[in-house]
C-alpha cells in the first residue's frame, strides 16, 4: 500500500464463499494527488420570502433546496461519481446567515425511490415495511424549536419535503446541516447528503479576520471508490446483516475532491474545517511543520487563539483555523492526516497587503461553573460483541432507542454529564440544541465498573486541550475514560436527541431520545 492512502479496511471477504462480496476497491495509489482544484460549494441562494409560522405578519427569507442525485467528478482521472447532493451538489451549499436573522427551509426531497447503497433491515427503523429512501434534515449545532430540528423519526420519502424553522438566535459559528433518517442515515450521508450552515455576528466582524475569497470552507470527508470511482459501501458478508461497526474509506476528498490543490497568496486565510466522515477522526498538520492557529471550535470563537501543529478532529466536529502563508512564497505546502495526504496548498509569489488580523482576544467564554449543576447523570457507552469477536451493537446507557425517555432536563436549568466509556474506542458524542463545556477526562478501571459499578481511576484529572476550552456540540470520549461535560438546557422544551457522531455506530442504536421539560 502506498503512504499516501490509508487501505481501506474491507472486512467481509467470505472464504467460504469463495468471492469476494464486496466489489475491488479502486488501487488508490493510481490516482495522481492535487491536480484537481479545491472546489467551493457555492451560497445558498434564497427563493424569496414566507410569512413567518409564529403566525404574525413577519416575512422571513425563504430557502427551498432539493436533494436529488447527481453525477459529480470527484477526480480528474475518475468517471463521474453517482452522489446525492442538496441542490446536486456534494457538500450542500453553504449558508450565509447572522446571529438572530431567521430563516425558513422547504428541505424537499427528489431522490430516487431506490436506494444504491446497502440497507440493513434489521436496524431500528429500516425495516423491510419502510421506503428505503428517507430523508430528514437536522442543522447540526443549531438552536433549533423540536419541531425543525430534525428528528429522526420525522423522514419522509422521495416526492415529499418538509418547511423548517432556524431562528438563528446564536453566537456565530460554523453549523452543518446533513441527513438524519433512522437507521439509514450513515448511507444518506456518506451519499453525500451534507452542507455547512455559517452564523455570523458583530463580536466576529470586529475582529478583522480574513474574510471573502481568504476565508475558504474545508469539509473533509474518507469515501471509499471502486476501480469505476462510484462509491463502494463494504458490508460484512452475510445479506441479512451486512452493517459493519466502522467505515474507513480509502479515498480522502476535500470539499468533493479527492486530494485537491489549492492557490493560496503569501498571507493568512481561515478555513473552517469540518470532520464530515462517517467514523474516521483525523490527525491533520502541515507537512512543512508550519503552526496552524485555531481560533474556534464547533459553537463558534474561542477565547483566545490555539496555537497547534497537530489537530485531532472526530467526526461532526469542526475547528475554525487561520493559517499564515507569509513568508512561504512558491512553497507547496501539504495537509496531512498522519502519513496520508489530503490536499496541497500552493502559495503564489504575488505581492499582497494582508490587512486581516489576528488578535489575541476573541471572545469572552466563561465557564460555566460546576456548582451551579443541578444533576449529574452518569451515562456509559456500551458495545456488544458476538461470539467471533465481531460488534454487533452500540447503546448508550445500556438502553435502546425504543426505551422509554431517560434523560429529561428541566428548561434553563444547569447539568453534568459523566460519558462513562467501557470500549476501547473514541466515541463522539453529540447533543441536540445545546452547546456545552468540556471539564475533564479521567481514566478508570473498566472492569471493575462492570463488575461492581464502582468507579476507581486509574490516572489523574485530565483537564480539556486549550482547543477544547470553548463552547463544544460534540465531544470526544475517550476509551476507558469518562469524559465530563457542563450544559445549561436553554433555548426550547421538547424532544430531541443525543448520539455517537460515528454514523456507523448512530445506526445502530447509540442514539437515544431526550426531552427538555
Ligand atoms: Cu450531526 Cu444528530 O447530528
Ligand atoms: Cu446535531
Ligand atoms: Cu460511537
Known amino acids: 500500500m502506498c503512504s499516501r492512502y490509508p487501505s481501506g479496511t474491507v472486512r467481509g471477504i467470505s472464504a467460504s464463499l469463495g468471492a469476494p462480496l464486496n466489489p475491488p476497491a479502486l488501487d488508490p495509489t493510481k490516482l495522481e494527488a492535487f491536480v484537481d482544484p479545491l472546489p467551493v460549494p457555492p451560497v445558498a441562494r434564497s427563493n424569496g420570502v414566507r410569512l413567518s409560522p409564529d403566525g404574525s405578519s413577519r416575512k422571513l427569507p425563504f430557502y427551498q433546496i432539493e436533494m436529488r442525485e447527481v453525477l459529480s467528478k470527484v477526480h480528474r482521472d475518475l468517471p463521474p461519481t453517482r452522489l446525492w447532493g442538496f441542490q446536486g451538489v456534494v457538500p450542500g451549499p453553504t449558508f450565509e446567515t447572522r446571529k438572530g436573522d431567521e430563516l425558513l427551509v422547504e428541505w424537499v426531497n427528489r431522490l430516487p425511490a431506490r436506494h444504491f447503497l446497502p440497507i440493513d433491515h434489521r436496524l431500528h427503523g429500516a425495516e423491510r415495511d419502510k421506503p428505503e429512501v428517507r430523508t430528514v434534515v437536522h442543522l447540526h449545532g443549531g438552536r433549533t424549536p423540536p419541531s425543525s430540528d430534525g428528528y429522526p423519526e420525522d423522514w419522509y420519502p422521495p416526492g415529499k419535503s418538509a418547511t423548517y424553522f432556524y431562528p438563528n438566535r446564536q453566537d456565530a459559528a460554523t453549523l452543518w446541516y446533513h441527513d438524519h433518517a433512522m437507521g439509514i442515515n450513515r448511507l444518506n450521508i456518506y451519499a453525500g447528503l451534507s452542507g455547512l450552515f455559517i452564523i455570523r455576528d458583530q463580536v466576529e466582524d470586529k475582529l478583522h479576520l480574513p474574510r471573502g475569497r481568504y476565508e475558504i470552507p474545508l469539509v473533509i470527508f474518507d469515501r471509499m471508490l471502486d476501480a469505476h470511482g462510484q462509491l463502494l459501501y463494504p458490508v460484512s458478508g452475510d445479506p441479512r446483516a451486512p452493517w459493519l461497526a466502522d467505515f474507513f474509506g480509502n479515498v480522502m476528498m476535500v470539499n468533493g475532491r479527492v486530494a485537491p490543490f489549492l492557490e493560496v497568496e503569501p498571507r493568512k486565510y481561515r478555513f473552517r474545517v469540518l470532520n464530515g466522515s462517517n467514523s474516521r477522526l483525523y490527525h491533520l498538520q502541515l507537512a512543512n511543520g508550519m503552526p496552524m492557529m485555531q481560533i474556534g471550535s464547533d459553537q463558534g470563537l474561542l477565547a483566545s487563539p490555539a496555537e497547534l501543529q497537530r489537530l485531532a478532529i472526530a467526526p461532526a466536529e469542526r475547528a475554525d483555523l487561520v493559517v499564515d502563508f507569509a513568508g512561504h512564497q512558491g512553497e507547496r505546502i501539504v495537509l496531512k492526516d498522519d502519513a496520508v495526504d489530503v490536499m496541497q496548498f500552493r ?43 465481531q460488534t454487533i451493537l452500540m447503546l448508550l446507557n445500556g438502553t435502546y432507542w425504543h426505551q422509554p425517555i431517560t434523560e429529561k432536563p428541566r428548561i434553563d436549568s444547569t447539568e453534568i454529564w459523566n460519558l462513562v466509556n ?48 470553548g463552547w463544544k456540540d460534540t465531544v470526544r470520549a475517550q476509551p476507558h475514560a469518562v469524559t465530563r461535560i457542563i450544559a445549561r438546557f436553554e433555548g426550547y422544551k421538547g424532544r430531541y436527541v443525543w448520539h455517537c457522531h460515528n454514523l456507523e455506530h448512530e445506526d445502530n442504536e447509540m442514539m437515544r431520545p431526550y426531552e427538555v421539560i
Open 347 to 389: 502559495v503564489s509569489r504575488v505581492r499582497v497587503v494582508d490587512d486581516s488580523h489576528l488578535p489575541h482576544l476573541l471572545r469572552s467564554v466563561p465557564r460555566i461553573p460546576e456548582a451551579g449543576a443541578v444533576r449529574t447523570r452518569t451515562l456509559t457507552l456500551n458495545e456488544y460483541n458476538d461470539r467471533t469477536g
Open 422 to 469: 467501557l470500549t476501547d474506542e473514541v466515541h463522539p458524542i453529540h447533543l441536540h440544541l445545546v452547546r456545552f463545556q468540556v471539564l475533564d477526562r479521567r481514566v478508570f478501571e473498566r472492569f471493575e465498573y462492570q463488575r461492581t459499578g464502582n468507579l476507581r481511576y486509574l490516572g489523574p484529572v485530565t483537564p480539556p486541550e486549550q482547543n477544547e476550552m
